[in-house]
């Protein structure tokens, strides 16, 4: 079993910044692939960034690559989001998410409560 909690998201303005960080609890933290993902009002959940155990190669969604990274520290079981040039369309609930085999599909196992992320025009 896997816990995950999100924090760092808030309210910023278009063209601004914010980083996201999600803590693992599990002991085996470095074997799972970890990815990010958002739902906004009225729309599916969609993927957003993930980033690879195996090798941590990092995969993006069209619409933020450029401006988002995600990172992995297997140290302190922890992922990021940094999200720079945030746009009125990035506002969502984000959420982190845990798996041994997927990376980029939402058939993930474990999954946070989500932090909202409001992006103000």
């Known amino acids: 079993q896997v816990q995950l909690v999100e924090s760092g998201g808030g309210l910023v303005q278009a063209g601004g910044s914010l980083k996201l960080s999600c803590a693992a609890s599990?002991?085996?933290?470095?074997?799972?692939?970890m990815a990010w993902f958002r739902q906004a009002p009225g729309k599916e959940r969609e993927f957003v960034a993930g980033?690879?155990?195996?090798?941590?190669?990092?995969y993006y969604a069209d619409s933020v690559k450029g401006r988002f990274t995600i990172s992995r520290d297997n140290i302190k079981n922890m992922i990021y989001l940094q999200m720079n040039s945030l746009k009125p369309d990035d506002t969502a609930v984000y959420y982190c998410?845990?798996?041994?085999?997927?990376?980029?599909?939402?058939?993930?196992?474990?999954w946070g409560q989500g932090t909202q992320v409001t992006v103000s025009s």
């Open positions: 980033v690879a155990w195996i090798d941590s190669r990092t």
């Open positions: 998410a845990a798996d041994y085999t997927v990376v980029t599909a939402p058939q993930y196992n474990y």
């Open positions: 599990t002991r085996t933290f470095r074997r799972y692939n």
